[in-house]
């Protein structure tokens, strides 16, 4: 009958749903790596290291969040809120750069909410930022006006055509390198953090807050740092710029070359920045195993040396007493090659013999060395001289002093010795290198020699 058929096709139905359910049951799901947890960024599933950020999360799937106050290696701040994203069962966005991962964790990067409070938020930024985008220096390469194109609005609410709301703020003097224009300052606080984490001193801080807020030194002085010109890279703004290159070029109107800096032995890797075979600026370029992405002050701003107080042609001093004069290369070539002659000559155009003597150094390499022998032998003398042995210390093949390590294992040492140096002037880069592992680890770190400050603790052996 039709009753006895339902009911043993219902049987069948819920033995099959039975069977399903069991068969799903027992094939394995697929499982995190490790610890790692899964989340989803706009659908698609990437697993994450436990306490990752939600902005790197979606750096991971190659989303792009925009921010202002983030950088990788500065402390969290979470000042701007430009880089809001719209979570799942979360009642408003929240700042990517400072909320942690959880498992099953759903964002919304290009949501209806996420692009409102976005667009809000650039809005705050500009109503106190001034118009000088044609006069400013950053133009071209600033962050704010990219993600001001990108994810503000295309019209303003501001109708104070007299501009007397606006906020104008003193400017300070951070020294020779850096020209400040605090303005156009959005608050991110990079500055702050990099002077204070990286540089090691204390010297730049924030007063008041809200609309009163300021970035300065407290007191008026200067920022006595040798890495002080890595601000004006970090500024997303055109707040800190650089005063040797103020009103130079465009970054359009620019070659780049890629470089290594030869002004310390660290070995920096730079973009040299030219227009018209001439050097206009030195930029840092980025090498996790050397310099990160940081630069010292002095490799930064010795290209001035190729065109400042350059000596172009020859000097000849005519008599003694009397101020050197410009002269040709041919006349220079000329008096010193009758200074010589004259020098006990008897016989006219020709030197006389072993009068004059050469000797070379232990930094002089196997040409410069040849040369003056030749120079030697064609002026009648046969007296070059060299050490007879170079008190090298062992120190001339490289791998006697290399120790088998690279300027990258400093962040995995437990003990940093200094014998008679002082890494902060003679290599900046390394002397920060060693304070991120000392802040972040139980570095220490010993020095033999008289005391100095190396912008962290460490003990001295003699002094």
């Known amino acids: 009958n039709w009753k006895s058929f339902h009911l043993a096709q219902s049987v069948r139905s819920g033995a099959q749903a039975v069977a399903s359910a069991s068969a799903k049951s027992d094939t394995p799901s697929p499982k995190p790596i490790d610890n790692r947890v899964e989340v989803f960024v706009d659908g698609r599933s990437v697993f ?14 190659g989303v792009e969040i925009p921010r202002f106050c983030y950088h990788e290696r500065l402390s969290i701040a979470g000042s701007c809120r430009m880089c809001l994203v719209e979570v799942e069962n979360s009642v408003k966005p929240v700042a990517s750069c400072a909320m942690p991962v959880w498992k099953g964790m759903r964002i919304k990067t290009d949501s209806e909410m996420t692009r409102k409070a976005r667009e809000g938020v650039m809005e705050f930024l500009l109503v106190n930022h001034p118009l000088d985008c044609p006069i400013c220096d950053q133009g071209g390469e600033c962050d704010l006006q990219d993600q001001a194109m990108v994810f503000g609005s295309d019209r303003s609410r501001f109708t104070d055509n007299l501009f007397s709301g606006k906020r104008a703020v003193e400017n300070f003097n951070m020294g020779p390198l850096i020209k400040t224009c605090m303005t156009r300052c959005i608050h991110c606080t990079r500055c702050v953090r990099f002077v204070n984490e990286v540089a090691g001193v204390s010297h730049l801080g924030t007063s008041g807050r809200g609309n009163s807020m300021q970035i300065g030194t407290y007191v008026n002085r200067m920022i006595e740092s040798e890495l002080s010109g890595n601000v004006v890279d970090l500024c997303p703004v055109g707040a800190l710029l650089s005063k040797p290159y103020s009103f130079i070029a465009r970054p359009w109107e620019t070659r780049r070359i890629e470089s290594i800096d030869v002004m310390d032995a660290v070995g920096s890797n730079i973009v040299i920045s030219m227009r018209t075979n001439e050097v206009l600026r030195i930029l840092p370029r980025l090498n996790e195993d050397v310099n990160e992405e940081w630069l010292a002050d002095k490799s930064r701003c010795a290209c001035d040396g190729l065109k400042r107080q ?28 009758e ?42 003398s046969e007296l070059v001289f060299t050490e007879e042995s170079f008190p090298s210390d062992r120190t001339d093949v490289r791998a006697n002093y290399l120790f088998n390590s690279r300027i990258v294992g400093i962040d995995n040492a437990d003990l940093v010795l200094f014998i008679g140096t002082n890494p902060r002037f003679e290599a900046p880069l390394i002397n920060a290198r060693i304070r991120k592992n000392w802040l972040n680890n139980e570095l220490s770190v010993a020095l033999i020699g008289e005391k100095v400050d190396l912008t962290y603790e460490y003990e001295v052996s003699f002094n």
């Open 48 to 61: 994450c290291e436990p306490g990752m950020t939600v902005l790197q999360a979606c750096s991971l799937v």
């Open 339 to 380: 200074r010589f002659v004259s020098l006990g000559s008897a016989e006219p155009g020709k030197c006389a013999p072993n009068q004059i003597a050469v000797i070379a150094g232990p930094f002089a390499d196997a040409e410069a060395m040849t040369a003056a022998k030749d120079l030697a032998n064609a002026m009648n």
């Open 310 to 337: 350059r000596l172009v042609v020859p000097l000849m001093r005519p008599k003694d007493g009397e101020l050197h004069q410009r002269s040709s290369w041919e006349g220079v070539l000329i008096a010193i090659g």
